[in-house]
């Protein structure tokens, strides 16, 4: 992905050049191939170049317009580029270029703030629209490329990564207390509805456009939402696969638009293996491409269910498949690179999503500049714990129980359950009257009031914390009833939830190594396929996945097809980074503890070093490793202004 940045002064002092170089300074990794700015008065755009698409190699932004009324930063893939030139065309616009920044431009001239509606992609962007004086951004439909903003009483400004929008003076470098509660305290983060570390930062939501003015003023617009719909019917299986291999087909074939060859993370799990399925599928029809694989095996692969499906899924790639293999770090990758990808930039969330982050490494150091991943698969594929209260509530008794019977063998999150208890607790989703669901959250809510005793959460800050957020309790899971299918589907994709966190997280890792994720199963198109799924698509037999397992049988051997359990590899290198970082995790804990000691327990710290130190951590290690992750942050952002504590509890 590419870097955007702007500054719009309230005012009305002209920007100075140094602020906006500093902010595209502050991402130049995200644009190795040109960084590039333009001015004017109270105004700046910025933009670092990464070029992936053929339309982009001669593309050079900010792409201004003819009559110089319109500036524009673009970060983005369109996907409708045919659809978008005939529209333009038709209405009488004469295109310079083929380029997405060009077709973008247009469709502001003509649409103006409707834009977003007539684009389909991944994309952030930014125009300067001095026609209407005033500044407009926009983001895609699920959130796949990154947009932050900070706005104060002399200006507003945006940056494709929150952390280059300190550069700025003015901006505080406060983290945010609440992402720090929603991963610390249990129970809180149903409620967070912010997305920055920052709290002086604030992230453009999926979906929504935004315009400002130089007297301050701000509108935003939610311009799409992911809503439900009249349930697909189909004459057959065959016909529902066929129907899905169409639309997935088209997503996967948008994202293999690239420059040189195509790259994926490859895991053993059915949201990678269905990606690379597709890939192989469509390469006879792109000649010049090649497909390229990266994956984590263990040292022992005969031993280890994801190591199998792995060498599975690309045994016919030959060199063309790449390995690193763990705990021992032999193959592309190295302890070094693994220290360097853990500690060089900590961040509480993307020190939990390690081997994306080396996996982009890997596929940079070979020259790619494209990453497929399926992180969006689970939200996509979606289906609820308890998913039997809706053939219940259709009084398909008998389907019931033998969905029951199935899942507690098949389900990979039910199997081993009674199935009776299965169709008990199913029964009380169903069924329970509005008195005792009532009940129950009264219950739940006294539960969560405070933290575990061995959280490394500061008890103090912790009790303050809460006291602030007393109404926290009401956006705890609430004991409703049993929503409609779809409905309950869109609230486990719709922000706080969602494909935004993880999205945010593999571009800031893949960013780091000026590589683009894409993701086919976060594709606006795919999501609405899925959505108005009947049930017995989405899950049948206890088998979930249903219709994906189905659609690719002729590509995968069993092993894969009907695997049953999510076995993975990442937390091998969290094993393997503590054990090489003795002398890292001592200096990160003992030395300036008041910079992280206002929001962790050096107390309880200390006690799991201790541990550590006598072979007694085994339950322990991730939450020293959390503390590691947070105390390093705090550092490396250089938070003047968090909580400290002059005698750390």
């Known amino acids: 992905m590419s870097g955007i940045a702007g500054i719009l002064r309230f005012d009305g002092a002209p920007v100075e050049r140094e602020q906006i170089e500093n902010l595209t300074a502050s991402m130049a990794a995200l644009g190795p191939d040109e960084q590039t700015h333009w001015a004017r008065g109270s105004t700046a755009l910025g933009h670092c170049m990464l070029r992936t698409t053929p339309e982009s190699i001669e593309e050079h932004q900010p792409v201004i317009s003819p009559d110089n009324n319109l500036v524009l930063v673009w970060d983005g893939r369109l996907d409708n580029r045919?659809?978008?030139?005939?529209?333009?065309?038709?209405?009488?616009?004469?295109?310079?270029?083929?380029?997405?920044?060009?077709?973008?431009?247009?469709?502001?001239?003509?649409?103006?703030?409707?834009?977003?509606?007539?684009?389909?992609?991944?994309?952030?962007?930014?125009?300067?629209?001095?026609?209407?004086?005033?500044?407009?951004?926009?983001?895609?439909?699920?959130?796949?490329?990154?947009?932050?903003?900070?706005?104060?009483?002399?200006?507003?400004?945006?940056?494709?990564?929150?952390?280059?929008?300190?550069?700025?003076?003015?901006?505080?470098?406060?983290?945010?207390?609440?992402?720090?509660a929603r991963e610390l305290l249990p129970g809180f983060g149903n409620e967070v509805r912010t997305y920055s570390w920052l709290e002086s930062v604030t992230m453009l939501l999926p979906a929504t456009w935004m315009s400002m003015s130089p007297d301050g003023s701000m509108h935003s617009k939610i311009y799409w939402?992911?809503?439900?719909?009249?349930?697909?019917?189909?004459?057959?299986?065959?016909?529902?696969?066929?129907?899905?291999?169409?639309?997935?087909?088209?997503?996967?074939?948008?994202?293999?638009?690239?420059?040189?060859?195509?790259?994926?993370?490859?895991?053993?799990?059915?949201?990678?293996?269905?990606?690379?399925?597709?890939?192989?599928?469509?390469?006879?029809?792109?000649?010049?491409?090649?497909?390229?694989?990266?994956?984590?095996?263990?040292?022992?692969?005969?031993?280890?269910?994801?190591?199998?499906?792995?060498?599975?899924?690309?045994?016919?790639?030959?060199?063309?498949?790449?390995?690193?293999?763990?705990?021992?770090?032999?193959?592309?990758?190295?302890?070094?690179?693994?220290?360097?990808?853990?500690?060089?930039?900590?961040?509480?969330?993307?020190?939990?999503?390690?081997?994306?982050?080396?996996?982009?490494?890997?596929?940079?150091?070979?020259?790619?500049?494209?990453?497929?991943?399926?992180?969006?698969?689970?939200?996509?594929?979606?289906?609820?714990?308890?998913?039997?209260?809706?053939?219940?509530?259709?009084?398909?008794?008998?389907?019931?129980?033998?969905?029951?019977?199935a899942a507690s063998r098949n389900n990979t999150y039910l199997r081993g359950t009674s199935p009776v208890l299965l169709l008990l607790k199913n029964a009380w989703t169903a069924c329970a009257p509005a008195w005792a669901r009532r009940l129950r959250l009264a219950l739940r809510k006294l539960k969560s009031a405070s933290p575990k005793e061995e959280s490394i959460a500061n008890p103090d800050w912790a009790k303050s914390f809460e006291s602030s957020n007393s109404n926290r309790s009401s956006s705890l899971p609430t004991e409703t009833a049993l929503p409609g299918i779809q409905q309950d589907h869109i609230r486990s994709m719709t922000p706080p939830k969602g494909h935004v966190i993880g999205l945010t997280g593999y571009n800031r890792v893949a960013g780091r190594y000026a590589m683009e994720y894409r993701d086919p199963w976060s594709d606006k198109r795919v999501v609405e396929f899925w959505l108005r799924l009947p049930l017995k698509y989405k899950v049948r037999n206890g088998w979930t996945k249903y219709l994906t397992r189905c659609a690719f049988a002729a590509d995968w051997q069993p092993l894969v097809q009907w695997r049953l359990g999510k076995e993975h590899l990442g937390w091998n290198f969290v094993h393997r980074l503590m054990d090489e970082s003795d002398t890292l995790i001592s200096n990160a804990l003992e030395q300036n503890p008041e910079i992280f000691s206002g929001y962790l327990s050096t107390k309880v710290i200390s006690d799991l070093r201790e541990k550590r130190r006598s072979g007694k951590d085994e339950n322990d290690w991730e939450s020293l490793y959390d503390a590691i992750t947070f105390a390093l942050w705090l550092k490396r952002i250089g938070s003047k202004d968090a909580i400290k504590t002059p005698n750390p509890v």
């Open 82 to 180: 045919d659809e978008l030139h005939r529209d333009l065309v038709a209405a009488g616009i004469s295109l310079r270029n083929s380029s997405d920044a060009e077709l973008v431009l247009q469709s502001y001239f003509i649409w103006g703030e409707d834009c977003p509606n007539k684009l389909l992609g991944d994309f952030a962007f930014a125009v300067w629209d001095a026609r209407q004086n005033h500044l407009y951004c926009a983001r895609d439909h699920m959130g796949a490329r990154p947009f932050y903003y900070t706005c104060n009483q002399h200006f507003i400004a945006f940056a494709s990564e929150e952390e280059a929008l300190l550069s700025l003076s003015g901006v505080s470098n406060r983290p945010s207390e609440k992402l720090i």
């Open 225 to 405: 939402k992911l809503e439900p719909g009249e349930e697909s019917v189909y004459a057959s299986d065959a016909e529902c696969q066929e129907a899905f291999l169409a639309v997935f087909g088209e997503a996967v074939r948008c994202r293999m638009r690239s420059i040189g060859s195509i790259s994926a993370m490859m895991s053993g799990g059915l949201d990678s293996a269905s990606i690379a399925a597709m890939v192989k599928r469509l390469l006879p029809q792109m000649p010049a491409q090649e497909f390229h694989t990266y994956s984590a095996i263990s040292d022992q692969p005969e031993t280890c269910v994801e190591s199998q499906c792995i060498l599975s899924l690309t045994k016919d790639l030959g060199n063309h498949a790449h390995f690193v293999a763990v705990p021992t770090f032999s193959g592309m990758l190295n302890v070094e690179d693994l220290i360097n990808a853990g500690w060089s930039k900590a961040h509480p969330v993307d020190n939990s999503i390690l081997l994306p982050a080396m996996m982009c490494l890997a596929a940079q150091r070979d020259g790619h500049r494209v990453m497929l991943h399926g992180m969006g698969g689970d939200f996509t594929m979606y289906i609820p714990g308890r998913y039997i209260a809706y053939l219940l509530r259709a009084r398909q008794w008998r389907n019931a129980w033998r969905e029951s019977w």
